[in-house]
């Protein structure tokens, strides 16, 4: 099986998927971790694709933790596709832990433009995790 969580910066997707791999067992990839595939990226994309779709047949999990909406078109067509969402406000603030307590003009601007980014993109859940509870979150997602 393969699940997609993918959402803004500051949602949650780390932290929930750490929490799925405690309870699952599931392997992960983060981002352009498939770069590592291949010494070129046209082909450790497709290595990747490949990987993704053996996934869809076997009993095991692989989480794919996506923050930049190009990297959707890499999911299968039969993976799960969670979407974490949050306050603004809350990004914000999660962000501003990242940046030792100071949230820079310039941050908060770019995280109030890329708010409801991935809004309009196919989903088979989607979970606010602005006073979410990881565990529920993770029950959740185990159930689909």
Do not use: W
Not at 29 to 41: C, I, P, R, V
Not at 53 to 73: C, G, M, N, P, R
Not at 128 to 138: E, G, K, L
Request: contains cysteine; aromatic residues 6%.
């Amino acid at each position: 099986m393969v699940i997609g969580i993918f959402g803004e910066s500051c949602t949650g997707k780390s932290t929930i998927a750490e929490a799925l791999i405690k309870k699952t067992g599931a392997r992960i990839y983060t981002g352009k971790d498939f770069l590592k595939l291949a010494k070129n990226e046209e082909e450790a994309r497709r290595m990747f694709i490949e990987l993704l779709i053996s996934y869809e047949s076997i009993a095991d999990t692989l989480i794919y933790v996506i923050s930049e909406k190009e990297h959707l078109q890499l999911l299968p067509e039969k993976a799960v596709r969670i979407l974490l969402t949050a306050n603004l406000n809350i990004i914000k603030e999660r962000f501003s832990k990242r940046m030792n307590g100071q949230l820079p003009a310039h941050v908060a601007t770019m995280l109030e433009k890329k708010h409801g980014s991935f809004d309009n993109e196919r989903y088979d859940l989607r979970i606010d995790t602005t006073d979410s509870d990881v565990s529920v979150i993770c029950d959740e997602i185990i159930k689909l």
